[in-house]
Structures are given as C-alpha cells and as structure tokens.
C-alpha cells in the first residue's frame, strides 16, 4: 500500500496533467468548448424545476419550498453520476489504455486514479452551479451544507473501490464489464432518486436499504431538501464497504498487475 501511493506521489505531476489533457481534449473540438459542461446540467435543472415543480406542482413531504422537488431530483442525478462515471470508466480504462501500459513505463494504478480525479472535477464544477440555484432560490440548506462534504469522500471510496476491483477483473474476463454496465441501470432505479423514498412500500424499504448508494443518496438529500444532517449511522457501513473494496482492489491489483499487460 506504501509502495502504490509513494509511486503515486513521485508521478502526480503526470497524474495532474493527464487529467488536465482529458478536460481539455473533451471539449476542444466543440465550438462552445467547456460552456457545455455548464449547459447540460443548466439545462437539467430548469427541466425538472418547469416539469415538476409547476406542470405536475409535485411536492415534498414537509417541504414548502416550489423547487423542493426538483432539488429532490437534482441531488440524486448529480450526485449518482459522479458514482456511475467512476465506475464505468474505471471498469475499462486498463482496456482502454492497453497502448500506453506497453509502451510507457508509469505506475498503473495511476489510471483509475486519474478518472476519479477527472469525474471529481467534472461534478464539482456542476455541483457549484446547482449551489449557485439553491443559493439564488432561497434554498441553500445553511451549516448543513458541510455534511456533503465526508459524504462526498465516502462516495468517492466506494466508487473507486468498487471501479478498481470492476476494473481488474474486466481485463481477464470481459463479461464483467458487460455485466456491470447493465447493473448500473438497475441499480439507478433501485436507488431513490427520481421517486421519493416515502412511496416506497414499507415492505420493500429494508431491502433498498441494502443499496449503499441509496443510503448515500438519502444523505445528500436530507441535506439539501430538507437542510438536515445525514443519518451517519447509515453512512459509516458504506465507508467501510468501500475501504474494503478498495482493499480487494489493490490487492487484485498487485497480484495481476504484472499479467495484466500480457493479457491486454
């Protein structure tokens, strides 16, 4: 474990400009360039906002405010693809980048670091739009608003633990892959995201419980909807969820590391 983070360390700057390269070769091409990055979720706000909080007037629980729908919404779409971009990007970026593993010499566990990286900045840099409506709304939670921020790093471990150890095992045996791109969509709608948790059936509601991104999710919009702090007691297992899979990661890491390239 040292070792992978002192070869971290020593290659940051390789690992910092990658993740630059990335952003700007995403849009380079565009004649708006990274104006769409602010576009797309601009655009996603005001839909759910005209749709939900005016065409079907939707309400919350408890929740006086016109946009408290909305903001329901927002908060899980955002911050459910953060999660679903680590994960289906690191799932195939050892493939990806068979080409560099054999012609450069670089620690390669430094891939998968710099999609965290990347999708980290992609989200924040959406997510501070979203502040800024919440803020000009009247809807910014207030001292709670600092609750995102472990839940954030609790999300970022489990999505590049679980993005890791997906990642590995796709290399030797690519129905992996295939397979966890169609779990992401089931597990999108088994996440209450754009349906609000008191409708669930009682009878059903332990079993979504079992969802680590739901207890996330259900934390982000305590927060944000309701201006509360998380149930942390809900938050703590999947910390260690993800310290364990970032665990079996590495571990699948260094063990193969070394065949992975006569593999790819």
């Not at 004649?31 to 655009?43: E, I, K, N, R, T």
């Not at 209450?192 to 079992?210: G, M």
Request: charged share 10%; proline share 5%; glycine share 8%.
């Amino acid at each position: 474990m040292s070792a992978l983070l002192g070869a971290l360390i020593r290659y940051r700057g390789f690992i910092f400009s990658s993740v630059k390269r990335e952003f700007q070769m995403r849009y380079r091409t565009s004649m708006l360039g990274a104006l769409w990055l602010v576009l797309q979720p601009l655009a996603m706000i005001l839909v759910y906002t005209v749709i939900f909080a005016e065409v079907m007037k939707s309400r919350m629980p408890g929740v006086n405010s016109t946009f408290g729908f909305s903001i329901y919404l927002c908060a899980g779409v955002l911050t459910w693809g953060l999660f679903s971009e680590i994960v289906s990007r690191a799932q195939n970026v050892f493939i990806e980048n068979a080409n560099v593993l054999k012609k450069l010499s670089f620690p390669r566990i430094a891939l998968p670091v710099i999609v965290g990286l990347s999708a980290l900045m992609n989200f924040l840099i959406i997510f501070s739009l979203f502040t800024i409506f919440l803020v000009v709304s009247g809807n910014f939670p207030g001292v709670t608003f600092l609750g995102l921020v472990p839940l954030l790093l609790v999300q970022i471990v489990f999505s590049v633990g679980l993005g890791i150890t997906v990642g590995v095992l796709n290399v030797f045996f690519r129905d992996v892959g295939q397979f966890m791109s169609i779990l992401l969509q089931f597990w999108f709608w088994f996440t209450p995201i754009v349906y609000p948790w008191h409708v669930l059936p009682e009878s059903i509601k332990p079993y979504i419980k079992f969802n680590p991104m739901a207890d996330l999710i259900l934390g982000y919009q305590a927060i944000l909807v309701n201006g509360q702090w998380p149930d942390w007691t809900l938050v703590w297992p999947v910390l260690i969820l993800g310290l364990l899979l970032c665990v079996l990661g590495l571990y699948l890491f260094r063990r193969h590391a070394a065949d992975m390239v006569d593999e790819l």
